[in-house]
Structures are given as structure tokens and as C-alpha cells.
């Protein structure tokens, strides 16, 4: 169960990084190369940082 | 004959350090991580643009791909002066074959999904290898039709994540999925799992992350 949870989880987390880069494209484009940036690489750190913590915590 | 044999008998030629650790090393992995994300930008911008809002591609209340009609036959026409915009014939056939059969209207859809999940994938890491790849493929054939823009650009810096397909997902979902799923050459834990039916300790060990 525990393992479940962890593993969604970390699913839901990469699917929010594709939601937040696909919003970012639709919404700021090709406008700001610099602002685009930071939204999805702040979405990638958090999702990974995710991973990384399900992974220590209850996988190994 | 026994020159050939001695220049070619069975030998590993070793990449330099400084190959390995740019293309192999972990370390890298943040540099790696920027350049899928420029690329994996620059291709969801370019499907998503195809996809959704008024100049999309598909699911158009008329035909799909009309857009697509217009460059092929932008692409394939010969002008009365200069150069034209493809080179090579056999492509030019290839375009007009399509363009006669109306391939353009389900051919819009492989090329808006395909940019799109290209994006996505790069953008996640996942599968970044075979991503950058579809990605490269793209570019070569959009430079065959003559249309260069940022293509060069984008196919070199795909070309380079293909060969860094170890560490370039690193930091993304291939950290999880490539000790998983494994390689055709190297089965991952889930397939080893599968194939001797149960989850012996060496298979339940390799299902921890790869470490550097």
C-alpha cells in the first residue's frame, strides 16, 4: 500500500511537470525564453526531489 | 588474408575520459538537464502550436492538415529562377507522392502529436534518448524540405542528448524508468522479474536506482 502511494505519487509529480511546461508554452510561448525557464525547471527540481525522497524513503 | 584478420579481429577501442565523462558521468547531468529542457521547449512550443488555438493543424472544423498541404507544395515547387527549396529529387517525389494522395490530413496529426510528445518526453526525461532521436529525425526532414530556421541548431543539440542517453534523464523520469525497463542488451528489474516469475535479491537489488 505504502509502495503504491509512493509510486502515484511520483507519477502525479511528472505528470505536473508536463502540465506546467504545456501551460507555460500556451500561455507565455516564445515571448520570454529567460521566464519560461524558471517555472518548468522549478517543476522538474520539485518532481525529482520527489522522486528521490520515495525512493530513499521507501524503496530502499 | 591474415593482414585483414589481424586488422580486424575482435577488439574494444576504449572512449577517452573526457568522452566518458560528458556523455556518461552523472556529474554532468544538470548541464545535460538545461539543454533537454531548450529542446524539449522548443519542440512543445512548436506542436502546441499545431494542436490548440486558431492556427492549429488538426481537429479543425474543415479538413485537417491544410496548413501542411501549403508547405509541401511551398517545398516542392520548382521556381522559373534559382535554386529550389529541396535539393535532393527523390525527396521532392516523396513530397508530391504525398501531397497527390492527401497524406496531409492524417500526416498533420503524426507531425503535431509526434513535436508534442517529443516536448513532453524531453521535458521529463523520459525515454530522452529515443525522444531526442524522433526529435533529430524531424529536423533532418524539415531541413530536407529546405526549411532551415532554428532546425540546424536543434538537430545538433538532439544529436549530442542522443549520445548522452545515459545521464541526459538523469534528472528526470529516465532515473527510474532506465533501471526499470532496462535495454534491449540489458533487461531491467520488472523483465527479470517477469522472466524467472519471481523477484530473486539480485533483481530486487537492481531495482534501486542506477548510482554513479
Redesign the interface.
Known sequence: MKRTVALLA?IAA?AA??SV??L???NI??RNQVL??LP??AA?AV??AI?ELV?NHV?? | MAILQKAFQPRELRDPGTFRLIFGNTVLAPLWLLARLYLGYQWLLAGSHKVWGSGRWIAVPGPDGLPLKAFWENATGIPAQGRPAITYDWYRHFLTFMTNHAWYHWFAWVIALGETAVGVLLIVGAFTGLAALGGAFLNFNFLLAGSASINPVLFVIALLIAFGWKTAGWIGLDRWLLPALGTPWQPGSIFEGVRTGRHTPATRARRRPLTA
Open positions: 511520483g511528472w511537470v508536463a511546461a504545456l507555460v508554452a500556451l510561448g516564445d519560461m525557464f518548468v525547471l522538474v518532481a525529482w522522486g525512493t524503496f530502499n
